[in-house]
């Protein structure tokens, strides 16, 4: 059973756009955590978000997290190549991660 | 400081035979996971550890087993591999840091049982 849906599963733009990826679930999760992941590597944390509301910024990506924690987002303001990747949403309950499926990202230059 | 290491990087095994996959982190996390990676299907834990001394199955545990040697380290074990463990496994540990919980993971073992 896939508790987190995320959507887009791919997008394709051009460089300098603008685009959010979401992450969506039924389910509460304690905390929320966004990845990137390159081919051949292992996810990177990018950012863990806790409170309802919550909303983080790491350079031009802005993190959101639901009033009811059940829900996420990931906006990128002026995507560049390097942005390029598949990133990953993850709920944590009691020592366990939820992953989603995932959104492949590819920014044209 | 080297994170979360893993062996071997590659592998590939024949229907039946057995390996171990090693694990080991530096960083002091009590928390230690087993997850693979399919296409399509995102990451699935297989198993984790809570703790030292502590195992628990995750949501895809079957053909497989786990020891959780000591703090640093966390061994995951196919007995009798099949051409469905093919797949990309990731150690992974977790803990806090600044106060945020944060998850760290090797860079892979690309297992083919053929």
């Known amino acids: 059973t896939q508790l987190l849906e995320q959507s887009p599963q791919f997008l394709s733009i051009q460089e300098g756009e603008n685009l959010t990826v979401y992450c969506n679930s039924s389910?509460?999760?304690?905390?929320l955590q966004w990845y990137r992941q390159e081919p051949g590597e292992g996810p990177v944390l990018l950012v863990t978000v806790v409170t309802g509301g919550e909303v983080k910024k790491l350079k031009r990506l802005t993190f959101q997290f639901g009033d009811a924690r059940k829900d996420s987002s990931l906006h990128i303001t002026a995507a560049q190549p390097g942005d390029t990747g598949l990133y990953l949403c993850a709920g944590a309950r009691t020592y366990k991660y939820i992953f989603g499926t995932g959104t492949r990202l590819k920014v044209l230059a | 400081n080297a994170g979360v290491t893993q062996t071997p990087k590659f592998q590939v095994l024949k229907t039946g035979q057995s390996m171990t996959l090693q694990c080991a982190q530096d960083?002091?996390?009590?928390?230690m996971y087993w997850y693979r990676q399919d296409p399509g299907m995102g990451l699935r834990l297989i198993y984790y550890?809570?703790?030292?001394?502590?195992?628990d199955k995750g949501e895809v545990p079957n053909g497989y087993n786990v020891s959780r040697l000591n703090k640093r380290e966390f061994s995951l074990r196919l007995e009798s591999a099949a051409p469905s463990q093919t797949s990309v496994y990731f150690c992974?540990?977790?803990?806090?840091?600044?106060?945020?919980?944060?998850?760290?993971f090797g860079p892979g073992t690309r297992l083919t049982v053929t």
């Open positions: 992974a540990s977790s803990g806090t840091s600044g106060g945020d919980l944060v998850q760290y």
């Open positions: 960083m002091n996390h009590n928390s």
């Open positions: 550890s809570a703790s030292e001394g502590t195992t």
């Open positions: 389910s509460v999760f304690s905390s």
